[in-house]
């Protein structure tokens, strides 16, 4: 038994660079500082202290054990100051943290002006109505400026900070390929991907990308969709133009009304299934992938019906493709982060020991969605089930996105 205390070799699968808007040019580059000018008016309208903090000229929050569980947003210590990032991880007993994007997801939106984001339309507008060709490479501009940041802040410490490279999207299989490969290289050890439309328009399972997930499980890469990046699935929004689903705030990733968070998972959902049935995690079983902030309510269900169609009338025809039961590949390969704040974790254990290796801690570090002190009350909600389930939620299951180097 490792004599460390549990809540102090915890592994986070989900971090985030929260940095305020005026010095996105200092931080990222020149793209950035135009973006910070552009996306005045929608970040004003997340209101004070969210996003924006004209006044501050540093990450320079006192780094105390309370203020890392309760500051949130871009004044919490160690919000984009990525030296003070392990500062701040080691008062949270944080061995190891993926880091996603905040400035990152606008550059998503621009990059994908056809995903049906009403953001990436506001965004557009404030861009002087420019083509979607040009919104897209300047939002193309804007990824080079995150994945530049990205390799900088592996730098510092590559076994604690795991910042996540973003893909633009690609063109077909061998660009998708050429940027994965790039990104490896220049020392990435996390990938997002768009869970919302087909990769390279192509099936998830489709044997043409098969190289791409082939050379993530050999350099032990986990892909991961996040909320926010899941543009093209929902073309419309016009599912949430009515008055029971008018947002109460802004927010980059979720619209802080039901209907957001009761179909945030969808995307995702879909995209494991696509892989699971079409034999992506039988022909890659070293593939690591990650759904992060996009709850866990649905991964259970999700192996329930696709184990019920493996072993009943589709049991001959998937015998051809699966030498498991999709519950397995998704025990084996896939890993999500539940809602600590407001979804029953300790009941998915439960419910769903065969997959119990899927769920993981996260702190959403410094969002507000991560909620104060939440490892000790995740902690206290599994707790009754023991030291194994503890574990396992904490350190354990985490490893698997958050590998060793070497």
Request: glycine share 8%; net charge negative.
């Amino acid at each position: 038994m490792n004599a460390t205390p549990l809540l102090e070799r915890t592994l986070d699968v989900d971090g985030h660079e929260f940095a305020p808007p005026h010095l996105w040019g200092e931080i990222f580059g020149p793209v950035a500082a135009r973006l910070a000018e552009v996306c005045a008016p929608m970040i004003q309208a997340t209101g004070e202290d969210y996003i924006a903090r004209p006044g501050q000229a540093a990450d320079d929050a006192p780094m105390t054990h309370e203020n890392v569980w309760t500051l949130r947003h871009t004044g919490a210590p160690g919000a984009f100051d990525m030296m003070r990032r392990l500062e701040a991880l080691d008062l949270m007993g944080v061995r190891s943290q993926l880091i996603f994007p905040s400035y990152g997801l606008w550059a998503q939106m621009l990059a994908t002006p056809e995903g049906g984001s009403s953001i990436a339309t506001a965004l557009r507008h404030f861009l002087g109505n420019i083509s979607e060709a040009e919104t897209r490479e300047l939002g193309f501009a804007a990824t080079d400026e995150w994945n530049d940041w990205c390799v900088r802040t592996t730098g510092i410490n590559p076994a604690r900070l795991r910042p996540v490279g973003m893909l633009k999207a690609p063109r077909d299989a061998d660009d998708l390929l050429d940027q994965t490969r790039d990104l490896i290289a220049r020392g990435l050890r996390g990938i997002l991907i768009n869970s919302g439309s087909p990769p390279a328009n192509l099936s998830p399972a489709s044997p043409a990308l098969d190289p791409f997930w082939a050379l993530l499980a050999e350099n032990n890469v986990p892909v991961m969709a996040h909320v926010g990046s899941d543009l093209g699935f929902l073309r419309s929004a016009t599912w949430s133009d009515a008055p029971a689903f008018a947002p109460s705030r802004a927010s980059l990733e979720l619209g802080f009304e039901p209907y957001s968070f009761a179909t945030l998972h969808l995307p995702v959902e879909h995209f494991l299934m696509v892989m699971v049935l079409g034999g992506v995690f039988e022909r890659h079983p070293r593939l690591r992938f990650g759904a992060i902030e996009l709850g866990a309510h649905w991964l259970g269900p999700l192996a329930d019906n696709l184990d019920m169609w493996a072993t009943t009338i589709f049991a001959r025809r998937i015998k051809r493709v699966l030498s498991l039961k999709p519950s397995e590949y998704l025990a084996r390969n896939v890993r999500v982060t539940p809602h600590n704040i407001v979804e029953p974790v300790a009941e998915f254990f439960t419910r769903y020991p065969r997959i119990a290796s899927c769920y993981c801690y996260s702190t959403d570090y410094p969002h507000l969605e991560g909620g104060a002190r939440i490892n000790r009350k995740a902690h206290d909600m599994l707790a009754p089930l023991g030291q194994e389930v503890l574990e396992g939620y904490f350190v354990e299951n985490g490893k698997w996105l958050l590998p060793a180097l070497g």
